[in-house]
């Protein structure tokens, strides 16, 4: 390699493409990831160019791409807060081939990479002919081009897709310089060739911008080679490009009305230079300089982003990096036109890195990005020509001091070449999938917001896509993101609607309102403050009862007019008419969903995830049969590729076969009922196995547990358990899990723990708040289940009900007379005169004594429920009638009338049990009131003087208890065994009442971790 001159340069070129080619070779097995994603499989100009029926007809409709901008393609297909603007690039010929790609092969990355190599490959082998016009050496040459090759820092540009601009546009660069050589010499001028030249130049710029840097190289290796042709002939080159630069800019102006980037778009996220002012330009430009050349140098902390706030901004010519920076770029720009006379080569070399890089270093015009590997490719050419005199220079001194120190060298040599293959092959591993490149963004750039607000991305894909844990994940990840950069919109969206649908509803609204204040007013931001509307609305949708209900339904209202007025703009997209029947089901709107999805099912009878919504629809309606139906057409045409809309439908045939069963047992058909219930298990089995993180699957198959198989209620709680691993936010677990083991009466310490872990959850959720409540009191803390049920009516769920168990808490805590001025209170405020809270006003009376009042506001609230022709308070009849005569019970002369009134409501219960279909809720009804009828009866064996009678009390208690266990009344077992510890203990059966005892304080199953540990993170 250290031979003077040749007359050609010989096949080291084969050399060149072979390590170019192992450089490269691993990056054929990487996915499309990052941008390259977008520009390839969310390209509208694409799909339109797809959708043509001949391959001809398909490759000219992309002639499109040259009357968009580079973006244009990508925004048709994204919502307003991702698409990129203002960026102003035109690269038509960097989009046509992966447009022919795309028509031809599809969206696999396989042919893409292999294009993006083959890029790589010619361009590193004219970077060796390049180095043969400047030296004429071969030794020079070869070693220009292997650099060139082999470094690690092209990585970016080899193995990312989106690379393709760089790869594409120097090869074409590098051949317009070529040709150029071969074209105009000081033996005379070729047209054909100079006109290639001019075309290779036309095409490079086209492909990308920064190649008009090409101009600054046409010109330094005039200056360097030997048979440089006269200064007139020069012009005709250089004109041309000029002339090409022109028409290019021309081109620019009239599509964006502008030539640099908007920099009321780009954001300091991107660019934070594009908001500062020429000096820290400058300076920090400066730094980048000298970055590029120390990764250049020794490719150590490569990194695949350098976004806000990675990289260090110099707001002075004199902080001390940047002035150290200036004094290497100085220096190097000095030695670079010293060079010039003493050696050509290494002066082009150096001059070709400055002025080339120059243009993408921020100084004189800011751009999209304020630094990235990829920009370097065409620098480093520069670089690698410079390298590769030095090298040689090393070489020739070595070789003058003999045959072992020149062997020594050129072994270490190829040792950094196969370090650099390997480096390179490492650095191409990292953009193998979004996974392997969004760990190794956050690995090497740990301060950049983009990197965190990628992978947080990245998990709440996986959530959406079943993994519901990976939600705590993306909150965290969008969390530090907003931490690094608190004005990054976009994350702060993120964050905010991840963190409510995880139930943080107030915190995720109030992050979305901050995001919302700092969108710019006018032009293409209004399409931002729509998504933004968008998203708020969808949480306010989502939202307990305890939000603003004006607000709420106002926010609603616009939401759902935006869609409806987008869906009709665009009848084509199924996808948005899919969007807006969600947006009705979960606004109760089933009337308008109906009509929507038997319209779009005209246009798109075939599209999927219609047919799935429809389903949906069918089952909301209480439709089944015209669901099942569905389903089976479904079935007939075979698994759908769209596998949200197929999951959707495998659930909805077990929950056929669910609705059934619950129909059957209401009708009392038990066996039928079961064979269903059997049927909906089996459905929801094969459910979970087929998608192990679809939470809805766990769910329903505990619920087909816990309602069909009593006895197997711990494999039911486990479900439950496992629905909460995989979604913590899921509506109905939680009530289910609770609904279990009060059923199962554990009403204890463990019940407890779950609702403590709710409310860390979901602290202004009413519904859990009185949960809480009902578990504190019945474990005997009536104090602080009154201050639940009291945060409960101040949260807004202030009905009826919650009043009455305050009432309740109250009186528990000997209290009666405040409970019954609140129950007066609460009558005045809700403007409603309740059965159920007369009832609880009589409840008052009795534990004050007053037993005459008591009975009066019981038989008032009888003729309150007599007098309702809703039947809703139909339940309360037998535990009216109960009141009264457990009241008369206590009234001095009125025993034997209590009595007698318990015995008459014992017949009524057993009748209306007996004409009730077993399992049914009138059937429930009755044996749960049997069982308080006996333990009245017990209470008055052992506390009237003339009914007492201890043993025959114990015996009504166990036979209380028996009817308890066997129909699994949990809630019920709990008061009978507390009665029968108190008649064990008075008869003094001690191991019975030890053996009750132990019952009663039986903590139950051991939830497990996610229900026992703190509530997900989320980064706020």
């Known amino acids: 390699m250290t031979e003077s001159t040749a007359t050609q340069p010989g096949r080291l070129w084969i050399l060149v493409a072979v390590l170019a080619l192992l450089s490269g070779f691993n990056a054929l097995r990487n996915d499309l990831v990052y941008d390259a994603q977008v520009l390839v499989k969310s390209n509208g100009t694409f799909d339109a160019a797809e959708a043509e029926e001949s391959l001809p007809a398909k490759v000219l409709a992309l002639n499109a791409l040259f009357t968009e901008g580079f973006w244009d393609g990508v925004n048709k297909r994204v919502d307003a807060t991702r698409q990129v603007l203002g960026q102003a690039l035109y690269r038509p010929l960097m989009l046509w081939p992966m447009g022919v790609l795309r028509v031809t092969f599809g969206d696999g990355s396989l042919p893409y990479n292999l294009l993006n190599l083959l890029f790589h490959v010619l361009s590193a082998v004219l970077v060796f002919r390049l180095g043969w016009i400047l030296t004429r050496r071969r030794g020079v040459a070869a070693l220009a081009g292997i650099v060139f090759a082999v470094h690690p820092l092209h990585a970016e540009a080899i193995a990312y897709v989106a690379g393709l601009g760089e790869t594409q546009s120097v090869f074409l660069g590098l051949l317009s310089v070529v040709l150029y050589c071969g074209a105009a010499t000081d033996a005379g001028l070729r047209p054909g060739r100079l006109l290639l030249a001019v075309l290779a130049f036309a095409a490079a710029i086209f492909t990308k911008e920064g190649a008009a840097t090409v101009l600054v190289l046409l010109i330094l290796v005039d200056l360097v080679r030997k048979d440089a042709p006269p200064w007139g002939r020069r012009l005709a080159m250089i004109g041309a490009c000029v002339a090409v630069v022109g028409v290019n800019l021309f081109i620019r102006w009239k599509l964006f009305g502008r030539l640099a980037p908007d920099a009321t778009f780009i954001t300091k996220l991107d660019n934070p230079l594009m908001h500062e002012g020429f000096v820290a330009r400058l300076a920090t430009g400066a730094m980048l300089y000298a970055r590029s050349l120390q990764l250049f140098l020794v490719p150590i902390g490569q990194s695949a982003d350098y976004s806000f706030n990675q990289l260090p901004i110099a707001r002075s010519l004199f902080d001390p990096a940047a002035l150290v920076a200036l004094l290497v770029v100085g220096a190097t720009t000095v030695w670079g036109f010293v060079a010039m006379r003493r050696a050509p080569a290494l002066g082009f070399g150096l001059l070709a890195f400055l002025f080339t890089f120059g243009a993408v270093s921020n100084i004189l015009v800011p751009i999209g990005t304020i630094f990235g590997e990829r920009l370097l490719y065409l620098p480093t050419v520069g670089l690698s020509v410079a390298a590769a005199v030095l090298l040689d220079r090393l070489l020739s001194r070595m070789k003058a001091k003999g045959d072992t120190a020149h062997g020594v060298v050129r072994g270490l040599i190829v040792a950094l070449v196969v370090a650099f293959v390997l480096a390179t092959q490492f650095r191409n591993a990292k953009y193998r999938s979004i996974d392997t490149l969004y760990r190794d963004m956050v690995a090497t750039a740990p301060d950049s917001a983009r990197a965190w607000y990628q992978r947080g991305e990245l998990a709440r894909k996986q959530a959406y896509e079943g993994s519901r844990e990976s939600l705590g994940a993306a909150a965290s990840d969008f969390g530090r993101a907003v931490r690094i950069m608190p004005e990054f919109m976009l994350a702060q969206l993120q964050l905010g609607s991840v963190l409510a649908e995880t139930g943080q509803f107030r915190e995720g609204m109030e992050i979305l309102r901050r995001a919302e204040e700092q969108i710019p007013e006018g032009g293409a931001w209004e399409a931002v403050r729509a998504d933004v509307k968008r998203r708020i609305a969808l949480v306010l949708a989502r939202a307990s009862s305890t939000e603003d209900e004006a607000s709420r339904e106002q926010a609603i209202g616009e939401l759902l007019t935006m869609m409806e007025e987008y869906a009709a703009d665009n009848p084509q997209d199924a996808a948005a008419a899919v969007e807006l029947g969600v947006m009705y089901l979960a606004t109760e709107r089933l009337d308008q969903a109906k009509q929507l999805v038997e319209r779009e099912l005209l246009a798109h009878p075939d599209d999927d995830g219609l047919i799935a919504l429809a389903i949906q629809i069918d089952f909301k309606s209480g439709d089944f049969e015209s669901g099942k139906a569905r389903i089976e057409a479904w079935d007939a045409r075979g698994t759908s590729e769209n596998v949200e809309a197929q999951r959707a439908v495998d659930l909805y045939r077990g929950l056929y076969h669910l609705a059934m069963a619950q129909q059957h047992r209401e009708e009392g058909e038990e066996e039928t009922a079961m064979a269903s219930f059997d049927a ?75 609702f403590q872990e709710l409310l860390a959850l979901h602290k202004d959720n009413g519904f859990f708040h009185v949960g809480y409540g009902r578990v504190v009191g019945r474990m005997g803390n009536h104090e602080e289940a009154e201050r639940a049920y009291r945060r409960a009516a101040e949260l807004g769920f202030n009905g009826a009900q919650v009043q009455c168990a305050l009432a309740m808490e109250i009186i528990r805590q000997g209290r009666p007379d405040d409970a019954l001025n609140s129950l007066k209170s609460a009558e005045k405020e809700l403007q409603l005169v309740d059965a159920s809270m007369v009832r609880m006003k009589g409840v008052c009376h009795l534990e004050a004594e007053r037993y005459a009042q008591a009975i009066s506001q019981f038989e008032t609230a009888m003729r309150l429920v007599e007098q309702d022709a809703s039947g809703r308070y139909a339940g309360l009849v037998p535990q009216l009638r109960f009141d009264i005569a457990k009241t008369k019970l206590r009234v001095p002369g009125q025993e034997s009338d209590g009595r007698r009134e318990l015995g008459e409501l014992e017949a009524v219960l057993e009748r209306m049990v007996a004409a009730s279909p077993d399992g049914s809720d009138a059937s429930k009804q009755g044996k749960q009131f049997l069982c308080y009828v006996e333990v009245q009866r017990a209470w008055a064996l052992r506390n009237v003087d003339s009914m007492k009678d201890e043993e025959a009390a114990v015996v009504l208690l166990e036979r209380a208890r028996e009817r308890a266990e066997e129909n699994q009344f949990g809630e019920v077992l709990g008061d009978v065994l507390e009665a029968l510890l108190e008649a064990y203990t008075a008869v003094g059966r001690t191991e019975d009442a030890a053996a009750v005892k132990k019952i009663l304080e039986d903590p139950g199953p051991q939830l497990p971790p996610q229900l026992r540990g703190a509530a997900p993170a989320n980064g706020s």
């Not at 329903?700 to 069909?708: L, M, P, S």
């Not at 709680?717 to 009530?735: C, G, I, S, W």
């Open 680 to 754: 909906a298990y089996a459905e929801f089995d094969k459910l979970v196995q087929l998608y192990p993180d679809f939470d809805q699957a766990w769910f329903n198959r505990g619920f087909v547990t816990h309602e069909a198989y009593g006895d197997r209620w711990e494999e039911a709680l486990k479900d439950y358990q496992e629905t909460v691993r995989l979604n913590p936010a899921h509506p109905d677990v939680f009530f289910r899990i609770s609904q279990l083991l009060v059923g199962q009466g554990k009403v204890n310490v463990v019940t407890l723990r779950l």
